[in-house]
């Protein structure tokens, strides 16, 4: 299962309070912690107004970078900032920060592919998160995400971009104003599956439990089912037990961890339990 670590983002409210304050000693508590949590990639997500959004993401980056050695997610919703973010980190950091990363997102809204494929084309440590939206929003319907999916993975091998270094986000909708919100993700990742065999795929977990009590009941479910149906990677809170557990538990259960070792060897770690 491969950790999108999702804590340095402004628009968690803790981290935002952080980022106002420039409390950097947070930001690297929390970055420390998510790479010890087993975190593959750090999420930076600066979560302000526009103006400042350049000059933050930049002091984000200072932190991490110094404080671990796990690769950056550069996440913004101007495909221009993440081109600008990748140029920095390229020029800052060294090893395996530079060398391996995950841009999120692209979608095929006009122009996001465009400006985000050509730069990372040839840096093939570097993988991207696809949404399956475009112009005319967001898609309930399966079928439809496919088409988008589709659409991405071809236009990504005109660059070079291999299908493996896409991680699809299918988008699932809230569950209090979708009860099928569930079905229609996991509907999306079999037929995108089949069409693309050697894609990822990947969600923002807590997504789903917008608007209702006690989320993390729903976002603990929401990944076990969401990991049978074929997700494997997840933008999520490795500082969450409850979390680790069910992912470490799942992967067990479905196979994926030869005699448990991967589920004890985390529990003698602390990580949960």
Not at 141 to 156: F, G, R, S, Y
Request: proline share 4%.
């Amino acid at each position: 299962m491969i950790i999108i670590g999702e804590k340095i983002n402004g628009f968690i409210p803790k981290t935002l309070e952080a980022i106002n304050a420039r409390n950097a000693e947070y930001i690297k508590e929390i970055a420390v912690g998510q790479s010890e949590g087993g975190a593959s990639y750090i999420d930076i997500c600066a979560g302000v107004a526009p103006e400042i959004e350049k000059e933050t993401m930049i002091w984000l980056i200072d932190i991490v970078l110094a404080a671990v050695d796990t690769p950056l997610c550069l996440d913004s919703s101007d495909p221009q900032m993440l081109v600008d973010m990748w140029n920095y980190v390229q020029e800052k950091a060294s090893g395996r920060q530079k060398d391996e990363g995950m841009i999120n997102s692209v979608s095929m809204e006009e122009g996001k592919c465009e400006v985000i494929f050509p730069v990372i084309a040839g840096a093939t440590g570097w993988n991207v998160v696809a949404l399956t939206c475009n112009n005319d929003g967001i898609p309930d319907d399966p079928p439809t995400k496919l088409v988008i999916a589709n659409e991405m993975v071809a236009l990504a091998a005109t660059f070079g971009i291999t299908a493996d270094r896409l991680f699809i986000d299918p988008l699932v909708t809230t569950l209090a104003t979708k009860g099928d919100s569930l079905s229609n993700f996991i509907t999306g990742i079999a037929l995108i599956k089949a069409d693309n065999p050697t894609v990822h795929f990947t969600s923002g977990l807590s997504n789903i439990s917008f608007g209702m009590p006690h989320r993390k009941v729903i976002n603990t479910q929401f990944l076990c089912l969401a990991m049978a149906g074929g997700m494997d990677s997840a933008i999520m809170d490795p500082l969450s037990k409850d979390m680790l557990a069910t992912m470490f538990a799942t992967d067990a259960l479905l196979g994926n961890d030869d005699y448990c070792m991967e589920y004890l060897s985390a529990y003698r770690e602390g990580l949960f339990g």
